[in-house]
């Protein structure tokens, strides 16, 4: 990897960000308060403001979940969402404080893993997702002599994980009936709140009438949630006790809405991105008219062409999707960008960029490359290049390779040029 290449993470754009969220949930509902199913106490909960949950699993997003879980903790999240053991191992042996969800259906937890002294502690919470997973963490409790905060998972319409309705209802009363087991929490999740307000509003309703169904199971300080991000963008009626924050952290979200009615949409828009990924030129050659670039030589030089090399491939998590559609951002000695489209198939390590176009004078070996910008504008927007490559946001992020330094920065290390950056590239890592 090229001493230039690096993932910046802005911490500050994760505070800014979560302050975002908060004021979302704290605003008021709009008037007139839709009207509750059934009028259960489960069913509107509306006397205190939603926390948060912030999402980090694979591995905050690829952005380090140990160090943006740090900044999180001193912010006073609520509680964080992990999905494997490992990943929740990786927040206990940081020293992170802040109870722990882990969505996996969990089977075992041994004494002498580090997990035992969360879960002795009450800070690691299980989830529960059908019969067999029950079974396993009453075992777990039981033998470990230790009472677990638990959350219900109510499949609702994702049909991905947790148990349908009929079957959920067994398990709150199982989990009621166990002396060690708590009831810390019930969640469902919603499969279509970035693109369908209907499927949002039918899962919404179908969760709403079952917590009214079961009302006198749920405890009073159990905690209802249901909102992802695009969730608790969406409608304030979907907050509940608690909303499950991931991409809205990193600072995306409203541009992948795919439907209007968005409650908090002017809200999404001050998100502010918390990663770029930068790079610089190693080689830069120049080729005739008609010569064919990269692998299967699927583009070809109408002209005589200035070929930049930038050692970035899919092996750095650059999508081949990207191969002659993605764009990346070049500094100039005045700290502007121009941009450059990629041409070529993207390759291992590598990818070529036209530079045909740059100011005159401005070409050179080490020229810095910001390969995914965080400017929502421009072309090498981490949304934008998702499009093009016919993929998400979300994976985007987390195929970013491990090999791949991350430095965090403070904000004035965030606009301090890329030129200058190059020369100070011992900025705190992971």
């Not at 505070?15 to 969220?21: A, R, Y």
């Not at 494997?84 to 996996?104: D, G, K, S, Y």
């Not at 079961?214 to 009626?237: C, K, M, W, Y």
């Not at 020229?367 to 929502?376: H, I, K, S």
Request: negative net charge; aromatic residues 6%; hydrophobic residues 40%.
């Amino acid at each position: 990897m090229a001493i230039g290449t690096r993932i910046e993470i802005d911490l500050t754009a994760v505070e800014h960000n979560v302050g975002v969220v908060r004021r979302v949930l704290e605003a008021p509902p709009p008037p007139p308060h839709p009207p509750t199913t059934g009028g259960c106490c489960q069913s509107d909960r509306t006397g205190k403001h939603a926390g948060i949950c912030a999402v980090v699993k694979a591995d905050g997003y690829c952005l380090g979940a140990a160090r943006v879980a740090k900044r999180l903790s001193m912010l006073g999240v609520e509680m964080m969402a992990v999905y494997t053991p490992n990943e929740a191992r990786v927040l206990v042996e940081a020293a992170i404080q802040t109870p722990i969800l882990m969505l996996l259906p969990v089977r075992e937890i041994e004494r002498s893993d580090a997990l035992y002294r969360a879960a002795w502690g009450g800070r690691l919470h299980l989830s529960i997702h059908d019969k067999d997973n029950f079974s396993a963490v009453c075992d777990i409790a039981d033998r470990l002599g230790i009472a677990v905060p638990v959350h219900l998972a109510v499949d609702t319409g994702m049909s991905r994980g947790g148990a349908l309705p009929g079957e959920a209802g067994a398990l709150l009363k199982g989990i009621r009936a166990h002396r060690r087991l708590r009831l810390a929490g019930v969640y469902t999740h919603l499969a279509s709140a970035d693109c369908s307000t209907a499927q949002t509003t039918e899962q919404h309703g179908v969760f709403r009438e079952w917590l009214c169904a079961h009302d006198e199971l749920i405890p009073g300080e159990t905690i209802v949630h249901e909102a992802n991000t695009f969730g608790a963008l969406r409608s304030h009626g979907c907050h509940g006790d608690m909303v499950r924050i991931g991409l809205g952290l990193y600072g995306y979200g409203w541009e992948e809405f795919a439907e209007g009615d968005f409650e908090f949409e002017s809200a999404a828009r001050e998100l502010k991105p918390a990663c770029r990924w930068v790079s610089q030129v190693v080689q830069v050659k120049r080729i005739p008219e008609g010569s064919r670039v990269g692998y299967g030589g699927t583009w070809s030089a109408g002209r005589e062409t200035l070929i930049g090399v930038v050692p970035v491939g899919y092996a750095s998590g650059y999508p081949m999707g990207l191969a002659n559609k993605g764009h990346v951002g070049l500094e100039l000695r005045d700290g502007s960008r121009v941009y450059a489209p990629v041409v070529g198939r993207v390759s291992m390590d590598q990818i070529c960029i036209d530079m045909t176009d740059v100011p005159a004078g401005e070409v050179e070996v080490d020229m810095p490359v910001e390969v995914y910008g965080a400017d929502p504008g421009a072309p090498n927007h981490i949304p934008a290049l998702a499009e093009r490559a016919g993929t998400i946001t979300h994976e985007l992020l987390c195929r970013l390779s491990a090999r791949i330094p991350r430095v965090y920065v403070a904000v004035e290390e965030a606009r301090r040029s890329d030129r200058d950056a190059l020369k100070h590239v011992d900025v705190t890592q992971r």
